[in-house]
């Protein structure tokens, strides 16, 4: 395609500026739309990703079946002897019973209700592992701590859960018992877990003697060289004999830390794919709006056609002509697109993190904003085709004759 043909559809893009605008307008609302809910979509499974290997992949999860949360339904726990049971199973490492109950925590006489969690102090290494969390501030949890505790990111800012943020050495009531602040623990990303409570296991048991030796959740790791999904089934069937249920029935179920974090990710797919399917759907509009424009231009332009075929116009040149003016349309309204996505992506990834959720993260490879203009231009040009196919059929004579 020579430069005089480009420079000739680049002109008339030029001269119809409101038609152009409005058909930019409607491919870069669905370019933008794709851009940013991608770069959010790309983001959370990112997150998975390193929230995975931070955790390590040899993690399982045995947790009690029930309504809510694990450790809320006084109905279904696992026991001390449980976790004592697995232990003893050929390729389980480490193991920890978990407890875990809503609590009243209380500061200046404002209540508020998060989980609590009780803290083996002998394990605190390896649940930190497994829940991918690290001290920010103060220190973790240790022996004799029982009136102390580790609170999570959120309680250290102003507004985030109490109007005023809690500092090391203030004093916070958890059911009305008083605990000492030792620390605080680096964002996870959500509101909830960056507002758990974490105390000792001896202080949990003050605090609910009734849930003694009750465990909401099992968490353990495999031995080097054991399949964790292969483990799983293992301790199902074992645990199933060894309280004496039946298959199908058991009042436990045992999940991989993979397995968990890809229903979260199977969930968050889905949601975003309803979200894409929905800014597609614009970008049909945009494509129907394109060639509407594309078979107008051709109607105000029969003439200049019949004059370019008879000066030796060939039809691949008309048909060009018309592709590139409607592909660069395309282009255009992807190049907006994708800025104003970036834009918006931004806003609302920062808007996420004010109100606690970092995990909301927009990233944005170069492969995704390559992805959306190439996906924009061929969007133009394949809108642009059929118009164009018309107008390179147009007999000289038919056209200059044309009123």
Known sequence: MRIDEIRYSIQHVRKRKLRSLLTILSILIGIAAVFALLSFGIGIQNYVNALADESGRDKLFIQARGIGAPGTDDNFFLAKDDVNFVSKIKGVDEIVGMYFAAGEIEVDDVKKFYFVSGVDTNKVDFVEETFAISIFKGRQLKEGDLNKAVLGYNYQFDDKIFKKGIKLGDKIRINSNPFEVIGFYDEIGNPQDDGNVYITKEGFEQLYPDKKDKFGFIMLSSQNGVIPKELAE????????????????????????????????????????????????SLVVAFVNIMNTMYTAIIERTKEIGVMKAVGARNSDILLIFVFESGFLGLIGGITGVAIGYIVARIGGSIAAANGFALLKPEFPVVLTFGCLLFSFLVGTAAGYLPARRASKLKPVDALRYE
């Open 234 to 281: 293992r301790i199902e069937e074992k645990l199933r004999k060894f309280k004496d249920e039946d298959k199908g029935k058991e009042d436990f179920f045992v999940q991989t830390f993979e397995d968990a974090l890809a229903t979260f990710t199977t969930i968050i797919n889905v949601i975003n794919a309803v979200l894409v399917l929905i800014a597609l759907i």
